[in-house]
């Protein structure tokens, strides 16, 4: 079955600068590539998502690319701030009537 | 407003008995799920269920055991063989099954007394 890889575990960085955070994924049948934020006590949202057929993507600050020759894709904030502070997981999937496969997180601190 | 409510939010279970998480969504989802969160572990899969009357074991069912009688609910019961249970419990639930965007509850925390 699927298995998804996902660096850092741990982020620390200063408020203004650029986060980024990788995810490998070993079925190359998987087209759907989302990422979810986090928050304390909460149940996680989703930020963005990526499918197949497209290379890249972006919202606001916030990018994906995926590369599937390689079989990676990866997150990108850009000027984070405080809130931006969260558990952030990556996660593939290969069809409808499946379920997502999750990484094991990142967290990511910001500080001001 | 719609969303997917779970309960209880804590939860305590002594040992030898079997507990019963509540999962209930009114977004009309067809897919619903049951994920497993330990500190470092990431979303561990543990049963979801596409349709009513008709669920799959996720990764780590052992354990655990669901139904699926109603398309709005999906409770999971944590029996007395799953001996590490203590865990936060995600439920999830998707207009169609592994491709579209999950929505969460905020997740019930099971603790051993």
């Known amino acids: 079955g699927e298995n998804v890889e996902q660096h850092p575990s741990t982020l620390s960085v200063q408020e203004g600068d650029s986060a980024v955070i990788k995810c490998t994924y070993s079925?190359?049948?998987?087209?759907?590539f989302p990422w979810y934020k986090q928050e304390l006590g909460k149940g996680p949202q989703l930020i963005i998502d990526?499918?197949?057929?497209?290379g890249e993507k972006k919202d606001q600050r916030i990018a994906v690319t995926l590369n599937k020759t390689a079989k990676h894709f990866s997150l990108h904030i850009t000027e984070t701030q405080p809130e931006d502070s969260a558990v952030y997981f990556c996660?593939?999937?290969?069809?409808?009537?499946?379920?997502?496969?999750f990484g094991k997180g990142t967290t990511l601190s910001v500080s001001s | 407003d719609g969303g997917i409510t779970q309960s209880p939010k804590y939860l305590f279970r002594k040992e030898g008995q079997n507990v019963t998480l509540s999962c209930e969504q009114n977004?009309?989802?067809?897919?619903m799920y049951w994920y497993r969160q330990d500190p470092g572990q990431g979303l561990r899969l543990i049963y979801y269920?596409?349709?009513?009357?008709?669920?799959q074991k996720g990764d780590i069912a052992e354990g655990y055991s669901v139904s699926r009688e109603k398309k709005e609910s999906f409770p999971l019961t944590v029996t007395s063989a799953q001996k590490n249970p203590t865990a936060f419990y995600l439920c999830?639930?998707?207009?169609?099954?592994?491709?579209?965007?999950?929505?969460f509850g905020s997740g019930t925390q099971l603790s051993v007394l």
């Open positions: 999830a639930s998707s207009m169609q099954g592994g491709i579209e965007k999950l929505f």
């Open positions: 079925d190359s049948a998987s087209n759907y």
């Open positions: 990526i499918r197949s057929n497209v």
């Open positions: 996660a593939a999937s290969i069809e409808a009537g499946t379920a997502l496969i």
């Open positions: 977004l009309n989802h067809d897919a």
């Open positions: 269920s596409q349709i009513v009357n008709d669920f």
